[in-house]
């Protein structure tokens, strides 16, 4: 031991756009371009956090040129989440593959990095200070045995193998200087877990070649779609995010703000029954995969559990999302942190609608069993016992009867009554009709096209779902003008806005929505728009930072990443369109889209 400063110091956050995501379906990392790990929680993706520097706290894995002066890059290695960070300094060369151990383990995770002298001998820093619960529980126990480190850190265990010179700091944490010369790279492993170690280490070779053979069979080859590397990635971060229980979360991080000093940081580390409806409805496209298997067996388990008090969100266990509390961090530049989320005491409709979406499209694959018919007869009945009730609506505001949820909710119904038994097909349908007849009788404006809610007259871009999946025919006057007034009123600068939120221009209020984005190139699709679908599509998909990650929204101006990261529903709707505008032939115009004959 000694008493020198730190060496896992805190290093200043970045802008969004720099960051890569590690995940294996149980956790992830936010990795940064100075090789440091600033975010993963433990041991399941809502836990309290051990790396917590991207909130400002303390605790991080930094491994990094020793020399002061670089240049940082890196990309992910193909069909997976393995990243290669890569650093040119004035010396040389320097890489440092990142990895998860994939398929993850729900109780531990093993962080695997190997450090590559590309041209020349390199000298690199590592550090490691493991703070379990947001930063509160320094390192303790501390044992160095043939060259192993074991330790604590709160209710976790750890061990460290591949830096066995490292000193202890004054913070307890561990910090190194390690040689590398080229062909001879440098494996560190650690293995962090709320049970006892005891197995053996894990062996670095072995772990490598089972992450990379389990990452080649989780995703498959994209071919033939307009963007095969984005819709190969987004089907990676989509199973990344996805756990072993089929729940995929909304995103890896909380408290990550769409606009600074405006309160809207949010806590994205749940399963959101609509975000995991579209994530299944997307893969569909592509045709049947474990993904789409994923979201039907999660989504068909919370209906069956919760009948019509279906929540809009659960933890990746099945359980309920916490309230929303503050926590003592600086937090990322422009917010306060927040874990939990308020979601929990909502209801929201068009998420039924969402999951016989869901539902509808797993059967015309023939992935559709026993059990989830009960959910979508279930799903059914809740529509029908309920739809006249306000509810908070997609965008989770105050509970009003929103065109969106509606006709969210006449399009499940059409679509599964397509593969119903006659009976329950024709009732279905009829009860489309008397969702599309009310919302038509309340929320049809002077225009003829859909609004908000009775009493909200403006134009929402998420009322572009509902003639994408089929509640009203594409050539319906209500679709093709609520699609002319989302262009002239939300579209700017290539970009969509989810609506206008008060007096203010575009883009002051709120972030360019990328899911809208998305939506607006799908609904141009329908209507045979097929040069302006691809102008949507081919703007939206540039809104990402070096890696291709996608957040919520995007600052146009700026030209900056807003919002928790990366965000599953607009890798989502990136896939889908990626495929769906592939199919530019009329013949292909509305089809898959679930547009129902007049």
Not at 121 to 136: H, S
Not at 300 to 328: F, I
Not at 563 to 586: I, K, Y
Request: negative net charge; proline residues 6%.
């Amino acid at each position: 031991m000694n008493d020198k400063p730190s060496a896992a110091e805190r290093l200043s956050p970045h802008v969004l756009r720099e960051y890569a995501v590690l995940a294996d379906g149980e956790r992830g990392i936010v990795v940064g371009p100075r090789g440091d790990y600033s975010w993963l929680c433990l041991p399941r993706w809502d836990s309290p956090a051990v790396f917590s520097s991207l909130l400002g706290g303390p605790g991080g894995y930094t491994v990094c040129p020793a020399e002061p002066r670089f240049v940082w890059g890196g990309h992910y290695e193909e069909r997976s989440l393995i990243w290669r960070s890569r650093w040119v300094t004035t010396d040389g060369i320097v890489e440092c593959r990142e990895a998860l151990a994939f398929p993850g383990d729900q109780h531990t995770a093993v962080l695997l990095r190997r450090i590559i002298a590309v041209d020349r001998p390199a000298r690199v820093f590592v550090a490691l200070d493991l703070r379990a619960n947001f930063g509160a529980e320094r390192i303790r126990d501390l044992r160095l045995d043939s060259g192993v480190f074991t330790g604590r850190s709160g209710p976790h265990r750890f061990r460290w193998t591949g830096a066995p010179s490292a000193r202890v700091c004054s913070d307890g944490s561990l910090a190194a200087t390690i040689d590398v010369s080229p062909g001879k790279d440098h494996d560190l492993v650690l293995e962090v877990s709320d049970q006892e170690l005891t197995w053996k280490p894990a062996r670095p070779q072995d772990a490598w070649r089972q992450t990379e053979n389990a990452w080649r069979e989780a995703v498959p080859t994209v071919t033939g779609t307009l963007a095969d590397v984005d819709a190969q990635l987004a089907y990676a971060v989509l199973r990344g995010l996805t756990s072993s229980s089929g729940g995929m979360v909304a995103a890896a991080t909380m408290s990550l703000p769409e606009r600074a000093q405006q309160g809207r940081n949010y806590d994205y580390r749940y399963c959101w029954i609509r975000d995991q409806c579209y994530a299944g409805q997307a893969v569909a496209v592509a045709g049947a995969s474990p993904l789409l298997d994923n979201a039907v067996r999660f989504v068909s388990e919370r209906v069956l559990t919760d009948g019509p008090d279906l929540k809009p969100a659960y933890s990746v266990v099945g359980g309920t999302v916490p309230h929303e509390q503050t926590l003592d961090l600086p937090g990322y530049p422009g917010a306060t942190v927040k874990s939990g989320n308020w979601v929990t005491e909502q209801f929201q409709l068009d998420a039924c609608g969402e999951a016989l979406l869901l539902l509808a499209s797993a059967a015309c694959l023939d992935r559709v069993d026993t059990g989830h018919w009960q959910a979508v007869q279930t799903l059914a009945s809740t529509i029908k016992g309920r739809w006249s009730e306000p509810d908070a609506g997609i965008w989770e505001l105050d509970n009003q009867r929103w065109a969106h949820s509606r006709l969210t909710c006449a399009a499940g119904l059409r679509r599964i009554s397509e593969v119903a038994p006659r009976r329950e097909g024709d009732e279905w349908r009829q009860l489309a009709d008397a969702l599309v007849a009310d919302t038509a009788s309340d929320c049809l404006h002077i225009d003829r096209r859909w609004q908000r809610a009775p009493k909200d007259s403006r134009v929402d871009a998420s009322l572009l779902i509902p003639s994408i999946r089929g509640a009203v025919p594409a050539d319906d006057p209500r679709t093709v003008a609520t699609l002319e007034a989302v262009r002239a009123d939300l579209g700017r600068h290539g970009f969509v806005y989810r609506f206008q939120p008060d007096e203010r221009p575009l883009g002051e209020a709120e972030g360019a929505f990328l899911l809208c984005g998305f939506l607006m190139a799908l609904a141009d699709y329908q209507q045979g728009n097929l040069i302006q679908a691809v102008r949507w599509f081919d703007r939206n998909r540039t809104a990402c930072g070096s890696p291709g990650l996608f957040a919520e929204e995007f600052d146009v101006v700026q030209r900056q990443l807003r919002g928790n990261l990366p965000q599953a529903f607009v890798h989502a709707l990136l896939f889908e369109s990626a495929h769906r505008l592939a199919r530019a032939d009329s013949t292909t115009v509305g089809a898959g889209t679930g547009t129902p004959s007049k």
